[in-house]
DNA sequence: TATATATTTTGAACATCGTTTAATTTTATC
DNA sequence: GATAAAATTAAACGATGTTCAAAATATATA
């Protein structure tokens, strides 16, 4: 009861990624389990640990599908060279890729490996590689030998953005009523840019 | 084989919260299962759906717990009315807490509830509890008509903060070497600070 | 005090989970 | 066609959350 040559290494990963991301997308997170995965694509659980070290691992290499696919959407964004209104841009492709896709986002976002265990190289570079876009953003506000400044703004920024949008969404900010989320993120981006203005501003001035 | 009045349903309440808090601190929250809790506490798994209606409400209930000890960690800051350094102060001691139980705070903030499911109305004002210090730390930004955009601003802060640890947490805001939390955490306020003088300065001279 | 009732607590069971492994089937090699 | 290598599987293991009838205790009633 064994096969080969149905599908190459490669499909077989590809389709255990996309029976996972459709579980996820629509069951959550929880759904997520071995042999849901295996049935959707017709093998035994067994076979998956020959794809991925174990469960976590293969969350770790959905995840970096789903950053994948949130750095495609938000390089769709027009770049105007406005900090501000780029920024603005970003918020936009985030907030419509979390809106299309909940479940990935909390996936993406809430999942965490066990103490201990730090998540791959290739992983932190596909993170890497949305954070560049906010650094692209933010870069009229630097100098051309600023970059690690620049680099740490765009960190904050994105940080900022994601505790925003995370806390709303596991309801720990829903505090009597208040702003949408939307317009909390564009609060804290033009303020923080505008504070950031002020100092660099002042310095280079 | 049971037994009565060994503990009142309030001790033993106590006596699970405990255990589960321990075990949480210990061997992180993966570990945190009915049977361990059971165990710790000398008694069986059925006994705590007595307490509990099942682990999530559980967790939910130790979360509770933990957002007073943050809380009450928070309160001991002294105030000085000058909204940057106060909010200085809260940072101390939010960082403060994390570092001294980083399981206990990841599972307050990584964890959730499983779709559709809603955080307690008591567990939203313990939150509203932590949200009013750093409203009051930022007060003297805004009038005294002005408590809707106080409270935006305080939350907005708040979770910018939570942004920064969580992802610092995580792992995934270690894109090449940068800045430490503490150092993120306090540009976001400074600036974010600024901008809000800024706008709201403007707006009441 | 003896009996009846109500309340806790439990052990055992159920379904499910992640993961491992020996056995089996297929493919590739000679 | 026989042999070796590789992929796949079924079955099993231990552990999980949760339920529930039975058992044990406490309380109320007579």
């Not at 490996?113 to 730090?118: H, I, K, M, T, V």
């Not at 925003?164 to 702003?179: E, F, M, W």
């Not at 804290?188 to 002042?202: K, N, P, S, Y």
């Amino acid at each position: 009861m064994a096969r080969r040559s149905d599908h190459t290494r490669e499909e077989l990963y590809d389709l255990a990624m996309e029976a996972a991301r459709a579980t996820v997308e629509a069951d959550g997170y929880r759904a997520l389990t071995a042999r849901n995965v295996a049935e959707a694509i017709g093998y035994s659980p067994g076979t998956l640990y020959n794809l991925f070290e174990n469960l976590d691992d293969m969350i770790v290499h959905l995840n970096g599908r789903t950053l994948e696919a949130l750095h495609e959407r938000l390089s769709a964004a027009a770049r105007t060279g406005d900090p501000a209104a780029d920024l603005m841009a970003l918020l936009d492709g985030y907030l419509g890729y979390l809106g299309d896709h909940p479940n990935l986002w909390s996936l993406l976002f809430d999942y965490s490996l066990p103490e201990g265990r730090d998540l791959p190289d290739w992983y932190v570079r596909k993170v890497g590689l949305v954070m560049g876009l906010v650094e692209a953003a933010l870069a009229p506000l630097f100098g051309p030998g600023e970059s690690e400044d620049r680099g740490n703004a765009a960190r904050i920024v994105w940080a900022g953005l994601h505790g925003i949008c995370s806390l709303n969404d596991t309801g720990k900010l829903r505090v009597v009523a208040t702003q949408p989320v939307r317009a909390m993120a564009e609060t804290l981006v033009t303020h923080f840019v505008t504070g950031l203005g002020a100092v660099r501003g002042g310095r280079r001035s």
